[in-house]
């Protein structure tokens, strides 16, 4: 079945630093891909998504590259700051129809230190 | 404004003690999910309405259930929790349910201990 891995954290990083999150998946034919955030105390929120080979999304100064050959959505920001202190979440939507559902990673936490 | 919104925000219950745990919404949107999600593991889906049709994920304990009285309101009913019950629900919607850019609505989570 489907299935979405991230790396293991917690991320602990000074404000202004480079941030890589990364996620790999599993799926048969050619899933929809998102990063999904969670801020504390809140529901989680659609990030960023894309929807086919090679296409880029982006949100918020975060960029992540759907990338088919290594079956890969890595998260990118080239300067966090505290405000970006959240848990994130890689997913994949499937095959398309009424069914598709929607699968997570673990998530991560990521904490920005001023 | 909240448009998903779950109710309690922590919710204590004893082993066996049936519970409910509620979500609301204000986005109208056709398809309702919970979801459970223990300490530090992926958010698991555990079913969904589209309107009033109920999708029972496989895996699903019996124990948990659900109903959906009208468009806007969903229930997780847990008949008898245990311990390994104890988890955070998340309720989402989305407005069809599928497509590639479609995307999930979620609440703030309900944090439910078992004792």
């Known amino acids: 079945g489907d299935s979405v891995t991230q790396m293991e954290g917690p991320v602990t990083l000074s404000e202004e630093a480079f941030l890589t999150i990364n996620c790999t998946y599993t799926?048969?034919?050619?899933?929809?891909l998102f990063w999904y955030v969670q801020y504390p105390g809140e529901g989680l929120q659609l990030l960023l998504k894309?929807?086919?080979?090679?296409d880029k999304g982006s949100n918020k100064g975060f960029e992540a590259t759907y990338r088919k050959e290594t079956t890969s959505f890595h998260l990118e920001k080239g300067s966090v700051q505290v405000s970006d202190s959240a848990v994130y979440f890689c997913a994949l939507r499937g095959l398309a129809g009424a069914n598709s559902k929607l699968t997570f990673g673990k998530g991560i936490t990521l904490s920005v230190r001023p | 404004d909240a448009m998903v919104i779950q109710n309690p925000r922590y919710q204590v219950t004893q082993f066996g003690k049936p519970v409910t745990l509620s979500c609301s919404q204000t986005l109208n949107h056709n398809v309702m999910y919970w979801y459970q999600q223990k300490s530090s593991q992926a958010p698991k889906l555990l079913f969904h309405y589209y309107d009033k049709d109920f999708n029972n994920e496989a895996d699903t304990p019996d124990n948990f259930q659900s109903r959906r009285p009208n468009t806007s309101f969903c229930f997780l009913d847990i008949r008898s929790p245990g311990l390994g019950d104890a988890a955070m629900y998340l309720c989402a919607t989305s407005r069809v349910g599928w497509g590639p850019n479609e995307k999930l609505f979620f609440g703030s989570g309900t944090q439910l201990s078992v004792l």
């Open positions: 894309a929807t086919k080979a090679d």
């Open positions: 799926a048969t034919g050619y899933p929809s």
